[in-house]
């Protein structure tokens, strides 16, 4: 539509391009640590449909491909970049003010591009193209049949899971188009798994770009959103969590706000009635693609805006109620916690401050039980424990026996969580609890991604319990998070009032 004119980047566009190639404030120049000077490893990009991704990404593969996209040091004043000095014939000439961060282009980029069919890889390959066709790089950069010639015998190569023999070049860059596609099950993720580790081992970095993913997959986007890196730049511009998509008028106003850096985009004569005819056969799909939200699948036990909307920043304080869900090796163990006055949080222990939720994937396979028990008799050496109710499990049966000898069988209460009455009455109430805000929880991925993933499984009597919808995807804290909330309150029943006075947590001794 817009061929033939510069490509200005604004709006989102600039903000990623920005964060992407962020300098670290002590950077210095080195030619055998190319990746050190960047702040983030790797970008992932969560936008709707057609917000600008591809031209985007399109963009920043030729940048990486000719442009000076590696530190080359802070300027002390009239240094001047030239385009002529690279083999561009544009003209255009850059001199720096004192203090910013110089660049220099790659002696020689191969850079790839990976999609889930080969056909999807033309996303992004032909604003590519037409990039290379509508301007000055058209004199040194060559379209070719299956690939793109760069200088310094450079490429840019398209690539798919099917085409084994591209996967071991030696890659300084890459693209991952709609990576929340890319899954174990068709073997994408694999692929992309196996080009990152090739880019990083040549100190380059990559980019992805993907609409909202599905949560039952654990696609690669999903993947990179849940860890816990810090060197992964992540954008995503989630609408509100109060307004409904499958009203009319918020629906409207949903597309306003994902769509807001994308001044492009008339959402009013092109997405809206889109969009509204896509709700009346496939909403879920809708609201994915153009809503640009995170959808459950069908029988999910929480809705990411229920879970967003009972967030808070406030600081816990006062006694707690603790809840604990056990495994051996192939699920997690957690501890979650509630303050007398509702709020849900993961305490922490140790020198570390680390989370009371264990990956036995981390520990070598299992579940470090040493671990666990400092846990637990540092959280009731810091806190006053009201109520610990512990998943009734055989495997921690012994271990629940001796905390409750040690810290009282009134306050250690072994919970029956394969008791379907038990249990439903505890989740109904939970969900409830939620829904009316009287409770509120302190954000934390790892419980989040749990509750999301927690699917309702359906029990005589119109009751259901919770189910995992695949072996991956873990429920381990949200059943944590749910006995805490059950224990305390309980024990609210039983006259633990809220206090307005003066905080009661322990000092360690």
């Not at 409904?244 to 809206?272: C, F, G, L, N």
């Not at 056969?281 to 809705?303: C, H, I, K, W, Y």
């Not at 439903?424 to 991604?449: K, S």
């Amino acid at each position: 539509m817009f061929e033939g004119e510069p490509l200005l980047f604004n709006g989102w566009q600039l903000f990623c391009t920005v964060n992407h190639y962020r300098i670290v404030a002590d950077a210095i120049v080195n030619a055998r640590t190319l990746l050190a000077p960047f702040f983030y490893r790797r970008s992932v990009i969560v936008g709707p449909q057609k917000c600008g991704k591809s031209p985007w990404g399109a963009g920043m593969l030729l940048f990486e491909a000719v442009g000076p996209s590696l530190f080359a040091g802070w300027a002390t004043g009239s240094e001047i970049y030239r385009c002529s000095d690279h083999g561009c014939g544009c003209g255009w000439e850059y001199e720096y003010l004192p203090g910013e961060a110089m660049g220099a282009p790659r002696r020689k980029s191969l850079l790839g591009i990976l999609a889930f069919a080969e056909d999807q890889t033309q996303n992004v390959y032909e604003p590519l193209q037409t990039m290379i066709h509508s301007g000055p790089l058209a004199e040194f950069v060559k379209v070719r049949e299956g690939f793109i010639r760069t200088p310094n015998r450079g490429m840019i190569l398209p690539m798919t899971a099917a085409a084994k023999s591209k996967l071991g070049k030696p890659l300084t860059g890459a693209l991952g188009d709609e990576s929340g596609l890319y899954t174990s099950a068709n073997r994408v993720l694999d692929t992309w798994q196996t080009i990152r580790r090739g880019v990083a081992g040549m100190q380059g970095r990559t980019i992805e770009l993907t609409n909202p993913w599905d949560p039952m997959e654990n696609s690669a986007a999903q993947q990179a959103f849940e860890s816990r890196r810090p060197d992964i730049f992540r954008y995503y511009r989630k609408p509100p969590t109060d307004l409904d998509y499958r009203k009319k008028r918020e629906r409207q106003q949903i597309h306003v706000h994902v769509y807001a850096d994308s001044p492009w985009v008339d959402t009013k004569s092109a997405i809206d009635p889109e969009a509204d005819e896509l709700v009346e056969t496939d909403p879920t799909q809708a609201e994915r693609f153009f809503g640009n939200r995170l959808v459950q699948g069908l029988g999910s036990f929480m809705t990411d805006e229920l879970w967003t909307s009972c967030t808070t920043i406030d600081e816990p304080t006062g006694p707690i109620c603790l809840g604990f869900d056990g495994s051996k090796s192939g699920d997690w163990t957690a501890i979650r916690a509630e303050t007398r006055d509702g709020l849900r949080f993961t305490p922490t222990y140790g020198p570390d401050a680390r989370p009371t939720i264990w990956n036995p994937a981390e520990w070598n396979g299992r579940i470090p039980k040493g671990e666990v028990v400092a846990a637990v008799a540092e959280l009731f050496d810091r806190y006053e424990v009201e109520r610990f109710y512990a998943d009734q499990d055989p495997i921690w049966g012994t271990q629940i026996e001796e905390w409750a000898l040690k810290h009282g069988e009134e306050t250690v209460i072994p919970f029956p969580t394969r008791v379907i009455q038990r249990m439903y009455f505890a989740l109904d109430r939970y969900l409830n609890d939620l829904v009316e805000r009287t409770t509120t929880h302190v954000e934390c991925a790892i419980t989040r991604t749990h509750a999301l993933n927690a699917r309702k499984v359906a029990k005589p009597g119109d009751k259901y319990i919770l189910g995992k919808p695949s072996e991956h995807q873990k429920i381990d804290a949200l059943m944590a998070d749910v006995l805490a909330h059950e224990a305390a309150s309980d024990a609210r029943a039983s006259g633990w009032h809220v206090d307005t006075g003066p905080a009661y947590i322990r000092l360690r001794r």
